[in-house]
């Protein structure tokens, strides 16, 4: 796929679409010779049976988002639209049925479309392709914090059976 970026990082291959970011408000430096530019806010949903979630956002997206964990407060998380699946099958190039899982935090912008999934565990990475199309194709009614559309981060375990 092109505006794809693999990367190898602590033995695990993640892949992230590369994209422009829509700027909103929070400042970050890129180096000495760079002005000061505003960076994108995303609101990250925070349960306590989540932590380890959570920590994986902070982790992969507190570089080049401005991470803010929210618990309620006029939060309301996003809501996967209707029609929307997840696959319970792939196969390999071969025809060879595959078994798996693979976990991906993700950032859902404020007009409900899925950018930048991170692959952050992946017991076969011949599912990562999988995983990635059936991501492509998701629409979300995005988050809102009182009232208005914003950006917010989640995460989406797949588990394929042969």
């Given amino acids: 796929m092109k505006n794809q970026v693999r990367i190898q990082v602590l033995g695990l291959v993640i892949l992230a679409f590369v994209g422009l970011v829509r700027v909103e ?9 760079q002005p000061r530019r505003q960076q994108q806010i995303v609101y990250n949903h925070t349960t306590a049976e989540g932590a380890h979630v959570d920590a994986l956002v902070h982790k992969f997206y507190q570089t080049n988002f401005k991470i803010v964990d929210i618990n309620g407060k006029g939060f309301v998380p996003a809501k996967v639209s209707e029609g929307t699946t997840l696959p319970d099958k792939s196969t390999a190039d071969n025809g060879q049925e595959l078994a798996g899982s693979v976990l991906v935090v993700y950032l859902i912008t404020d007009q409900g479309r899925v950018i930048y999934p991170i692959m952050v565990e992946s017991t076969d990475e011949r599912l990562n392709p999988t995983t990635l199309r059936t991501m492509e194709a998701w629409r979300f009614r ?5 009232g208005k559309a914003v950006w917010s981060a989640a995460a989406q375990e797949f588990i394929f059976k042969k």
């Avoid at 408000?25 to 010779?33: H, L, N, P, T």
């Avoid at 995005?142 to 009182?146: D, E, H, M």
């Fill in 25 to 33: 408000s929070g400042e970050c430096a890129d180096s000495a010779k």
């Fill in 142 to 146: 995005p988050a809102t914090l009182t």
